[in-house]
């Protein structure tokens, strides 16, 4: 016995043994990281920057705060046409850029203190595959028979000439300070969240978007909608416009050039917001381990499992859903199948929201997708406009758009546009989840006056 025990020491030293490896800090991570330590298992989790991710850092909640303020200034516009006097009220960027701040330091000790709990042991640095157990931190070695990669994504360019002059969403987070103007290229979530953000605060901005609409995976009647609205509160949105490059004038403002429809044009901003897209961030030493990574990212099965037994994936890094929220459901589906549990999370219903204003939501297939798939399905429709609670918020430019399987009955997509969407859309999440009818979803008793009876009168439609 004492033999063996001599045998062992000098492993015990040299690496520092777990039950799980998280390598990633987001949502994703530190969400399964708590879990699996109130099921008694021993966790280390490595991230190389803050704890929160870029979520947390510099993604949803920094950009969701901006919005809060940028509803604000909104409201003081609708005020003034109220007859409401807001002439001595000043609307200072640099304190919603403080506030932001606030917001994130906030967050981000909460979490840190979340990771503080007894089994978690938190390490801050860069994680480096040495094999398909081990990985090395800050010159320490780290094993486990399971490791999960939550290493998120990391903003995407475009290969044109100038792309070095733009701003990532990382960047134009940093400016505590606003420019006269600002060109967005691209016109997905991200870019119409900042676009949507910056017009309010007076900076004239517009938008160039390759694809045929704005927010490409948003039904159609949606997107229009939205573009409808923001283009009336002055954004000048340009679709179908290939970028070809930007580049400095002489007056040190930038120029960006681009082909729409056949026509050579340009726009000319003070700053200029690159916004296509996110690519996944790959752990250092990966290709130690055999691990497949496919044209998205790394490649995994449905309980998030890559090629490699005891390797897996969660969140942006495998590119299936860049999103908080299925990042977390992710890393609760790879932590049941590592204890052994079923469960009943449906990957893929998984809810997604703008939140421009008004807010877009959407959750299950838009009405292209039906027709793609030759679906027997029936589409209807509600408006805010007539909702009592809209009309009294002054928020009535909005839509609910239900798709009904025919032969079912049951919900398989909504879309939302207007005030508080994402909320909105939870509810119809709920019923699809629990596979309720169209029927049920009608019958229920909605509270009055609330926003969620426009949910019961498009239901009642069908």
């Known amino acids: ?94 304190v919603a850029h403080a506030r932001k701040n606030d917001v994130v330091a906030q967050l981000r000790a909460g979490v840190e203190m979340l990771m503080k709990q007894p089994g978690i042991t938190y390490v801050n640095g860069e994680a480096t595959f040495k094999d398909t157990h081990t990985v090395d931190v800050n010159g320490e070695t780290y ?52 676009a949507a953000i910056f017009n309010s605060f007076g900076v004239e901005v517009s938008v160039v978007e390759f694809c045929k609409e704005i927010l490409p995976p948003f039904d159609k009647d949606i997107a229009k909608r939205l573009k409808t609205v923001l283009s009336k509160r002055g954004i000048n949105i340009n679709t179908q416009a290939a970028v070809n490059g930007i580049k400095q004038t002489e007056d040190g403002m930038l120029e960006v050039t681009f082909d729409q429809k056949g026509k050579a044009k340009s726009i000319i901003a003070e700053k200029v917001l690159m916004s296509v897209g996110r690519q996944p961030v790959i752990p250092a030493g990966l290709d130690n381990t055999g691990v497949t990574i496919g044209r998205r990212g790394i490649e995994v099965d449905d309980n998030m499992l890559t090629n490699v037994a005891g390797i897996y994936a969660i969140g942006d890094v495998n590119g299936r859903m860049m999103l908080a929220h299925a990042a977390s459901a992710q890393g609760t589906r790879a932590l049941h199948h590592i204890l052994g549990k079923d469960d009943s999370i449906n990957l893929d219903i998984v809810p997604s929201a703008v939140f ?103 239901a009642k439609q069908f």
């Open 1 to 94: 016995m004492g033999r063996n025990l001599f045998y062992f020491a000098p492993l015990y030293y040299l690496s520092m043994n777990s039950d799980i490896i998280i390598i990633g800090a987001g949502p994703g991570g530190y969400e399964m990281a708590a879990e699996a330590a109130q099921n008694g298992l021993q966790v280390v989790i490595i991230e190389k920057s803050e704890a929160g991710g870029t979520c947390l850092n510099r993604g949803c909640i920094p950009t969701k705060a901006l919005c809060r303020n940028a509803e604000v200034v909104n409201l003081l516009k609708e005020s003034a046409k109220w007859g409401v006097n807001v002439d001595n009220i000043s609307l200072d960027y640099s």
């Open 143 to 194: 094993t486990a028979n399971n490791i999960v990669i939550a290493t998120g994504s990391a903003p995407r360019g475009l290969p044109i000439e100038g792309a070095d002059l733009a701003m990532t969403s990382d960047d134009i987070l940093g400016m505590n300070q606003l420019p006269k103007s600002l060109c967005i290229v691209g016109g997905g979530v991200i870019g119409m969240e900042f």
């Open 356 to 458: 421009t204003t008004p807010e877009l939501s959407m959750v299950g297939l838009t009405e292209e997708q039906c027709s793609e798939k030759e679906m027997d399905v029936t589409v209807k429709k509600s408006f805010f406009r007539s909702n009592g609670k809209a009309v009294s918020m002054g928020e009535t430019d909005g839509l609910i758009k239900m798709i009904v399987c025919n032969q079912t009955r049951k919900i398989v997509g909504c879309h939302i546009c207007g005030a508080h969407a994402a909320d909105l859309i939870q509810e119809v999440v709920t019923a699809m989840n629990v596979g309720a009818t169209v029927d049920t979803l009608a019958s229920a008793i909605h509270g009055h006056p609330t926003l969620s009876e426009v949910v019961m009168a498009t």
